[in-house]
């Protein structure tokens, strides 16, 4: 197995799919001869030419609409909006075409070939606008799916799942982590299944549940927590939309005790719905409330991102007081 | 129902296209890169003082860039953007409008805010996002604004600053204010939706509203010829029924009489104007971009032949308002000042812990200032992982 960074496992999956499918197109702005300001697509335009690997011009509602139509033709588009908190001009065409193409033709047309990748997250001293979680307004979309990998292993199994899954999917890459988080990954080609959650860590006495970037920080407090001999059992959600309540409701039947955690403002992110589901799954077996642990009810800070984040300390504070309460 | 243009059309009766460059768009110069006019050139109305000024503030704006893009490489900001070879399109726009108009800025028109007197404190102050820093150390380096100077805070969005312009210009003009608004927005910018609405707003209600285009020729590593195959931005202007004017970017005497008679016509008659400004990028898209990657150097030298400020500073010797005893010493005071002014606002505090939920509301709402007592309690267990706000929570 090759040590790759979260970018180089993207790009791995990338050119697997390019190699295998010929109709498989990337495309977005400044995707083409440089690869991404990132750097994810690097290399791609070289090997597959430039009709199936270029730059669009600077329009997130083109990039998507023309992602639409080419998907619903029956190519394989791969768009890349360059940070998630770009996506927005996009929102129309994912909310209301992507995710309702094939619901509103009763499966006459389609556009489930569709993967929107696109770098989300804060900790880059990125501000505002290069920081956002914007994982829940997608996951209030009948019709999408979300996912979220934490690692390279992780992101090049989810990418080529998503890629070949036949329902539009919106891929969010912590790009806190794209050169930061190394690790092994097979250079054949392996899918790892949407729509499940892994346990990352077995334990006895509270589940900890996270996506992306956030999961290193969870399982930071996990360690703090177990130097007071609490065995936290962790989880990886990986799929945001549709979630696996049965792997998490599982884990907190047996533990009794819960906190969740993501990088989102804390008001309606998808903790929320995580946490209501799993009181109505668990409540006789629950030994304390469930903990949510997110950002702020703020935009996304810059001088005070420290204090704003979710970070190892506020969760390991969680555990303290649901295994007091 | 304006269908009139339509009956006044010419009628073929073999079908037969018009060539999308069908429209030819002059481009404006007025002074040549020897510090010369060119023959027939009118010019605009600028005085010695007016010109002093300009020409002071594009130093100005050269030292900063070059001295906060070396800041960044010492790891003491975060991020810049430097406008290097680009300075007379956002000066010259400022020079060419009265303190009354609006700004409303992409990024990379930091010049014209200097323009306007935005204090070397300022400007550091923001960039070091200290308490000080006027957007309360929230924002990015260079997303500068300010409400006395007439600047709007710059969004990190692209485009969206354009149909908010219609709508700013709109508002002033309905108030019968002597102003109007200047939208600064690159070639790139332009490929985004909000463009293409703003313009047809502020074309269709008519918005005095001065779209001013910098089209640098790349927008991060795209060429504009990726990013484009119609004749520029101008020709969308015309698209819109809106009147349009090409000038050369790099020549600050065209950019100062392009915004003053856009100025003067938009005020007048109440009504959009784009200009579309050719320039070139010289230097990396920010301090995150290396062009080495999308570029060559034989393409950057080539432009370098028509730096702006190399090109005011031969017509201010020529008119005998400017000598090389007055250059030196100049460069060597602004840098002076920019190394100190470094040195005071690093050290300044960054803004206290409660700033974190101001302005998210006109008032917190009770939620979110709970939020805030259950962090302060946080930071007082956890004091060492919070250094910037722990020792000042009371
Ligand atoms: C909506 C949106 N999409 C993408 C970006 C990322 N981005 C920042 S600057 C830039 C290029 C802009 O080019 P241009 O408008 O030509 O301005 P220039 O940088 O050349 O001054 C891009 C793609 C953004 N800030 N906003
Ligand atoms: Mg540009």
Known sequence: ?325 | MNTDIYNESPVVHQPAFIDGHSVEIPILKILKQDGSIYENAIMPEIDRELATKTYKTLAFHRVLDERMVAAQRQGRISFYMAALGEEAASVGGAAGLKDQDMIMAQYREQGALMFRGFSLENFMNQMFSNEQDLGKGRQMPIHYGSNELNYMTISSPLGTQIPQAAGYAYGQKMQGLDAVTICYFGEGAASEGDFHAGLNMAAVHQSPVIFFCRNNGYAISTPSDEQYVGNGIASRGVGYGMKTLRIDGNDILAVIAAVQLAREYAVKEGKPVLIEAMSYRLGAHSTSDDPSGYRTREEEAKWQEHDPILRMKNWMLAQGWWDEVQETALFEKLRDEVLAAVKVSEKIDKPPVEDLITDVYDQAPPLLQGQLEQLKVHIKKYPDAYPFTAGRIK
């Open chain 1, 1 to 325: 197995m090759a040590q790759m960074n979260l970018l180089q496992a993207i790009n791995n999956a990338l050119d697997t799919v390019m190699a295998e499918n010929d109709r498989a197109v990337c495309f977005g702005e400044d995707v083409g001869h440089f690869g991404g300001v990132f750097r994810a697509t690097s290399g791609l335009q070289e090997k597959y030419g430039k009709s199936r690997c270029f730059n669009t011009p600077l329009v997130e509602q083109g990039v998507i609409g023309f992602a639409n139509g080419l998907a619903a033709q029956g190519s394989t588009p791969i768009a890349e909006i360059q940070f998630a908190d770009y996506i927005f001009p996009a929102f129309d065409q994912i909310v209301n075409e992507s995710a309702k193409f094939r619901y509103r033709s009763g499966n006459e047309f389609d556009v489930g070939k569709l993967t929107i990748r696109t770098p989300y997250g804060g900790g880059i001293a990125g501000g505002l606008y290069h920081s956002q979680s914007p994982e829940a307004y997608f996951a209030h979309t009948p019709g999408l799916k979300v996912v979220v990998p934490r690692n390279p292993y992780q992101a090049k199994g989810l990418l080529l799942a998503s890629i070949r899954d036949d329902n539009p999917v919106v891929f969010f890459e912590p790009k806190r982590l794209y050169r930061a988080s190394v690790g092994e990954v097979p250079e054949e080609d392996y899918q790892l299944p949407l729509g499940k959650a892994e346990v990352v860590q077995q334990g006895s006495d509270i589940t900890l549940l996270a996506w992306g970037a956030q999961m290193e920080i969870v399982e930071k407090a996990a360690e703090l927590a177990a130097a007071d001999g609490i065995s936290c059992e962790i989880i990886d959600l990986r799929t945001i939309l549709p979630w696996d309540v049965e792997t998490v409701a599982n884990s907190v039947t047996k533990t009794g005790r819960f906190v969740v955690s993501q990088e989102a403002p804390l008001t309606a992110g998808f903790a929320s719905e995580i946490a209501a589901t799993i009181q109505q799954e668990c409540f006789l077996h629950l030994e304390a409330p469930i903990a949510r642990v997110c950002g702020m009810d703020t935009p996304y800070p810059l001088a005070l991102e420290k204090e704003y984040v979710a970070d190892h300390l506020k969760i390991y504070e969680a555990i303290k007081n649901s295994m007091t309460y």
